[in-house]
């Protein structure tokens, strides 16, 4: 958890998600992915665990994946899942769960990137596994119980 992979040419990354949000940054020309994962939406000024928060997690997923790329220009797409309310039978109101809260920063840390949005995977009350391909930057989503899905 609060974790941050990078690959570059082939490999597999994956990650586990409840109310955590998973953010695949893809670069497609480079053949470049990396993958956040995101417990919390804010980090209030904490400089420990950069992988765990949404405000920190993005520019720190970027600042590695320009260093493997040395530094070249990227151009980034972002693919995300998870932000489940994995606990809706407490809470009545899933805008201040922590999936919807999560959800929203990490929309809005990409949209300060300008980084786009390619696919979504989100919400509900059940957990996934995100499990992201190189070098085509495919993203299947496994929810116990449903089919695979590809976002």
Known sequence: MGGIGVRRDEGILRTLLGSCIGVALYERRL???GLAHIVMPNSMGRTDALGKYADTAIPETIRQLLKV???QRLELSAKIAGGANMFANVSTNSKNSIGEQNTVAVENALKKWNIPITARHLGGSSG???VVQLPTGAVQIHVVGQTVVEI
């Open 128 to 130: 996934r596994r995100m």
């Open 69 to 71: 790329a040395n530094a």
């Open 31 to 33: 053949k470049l992915i």
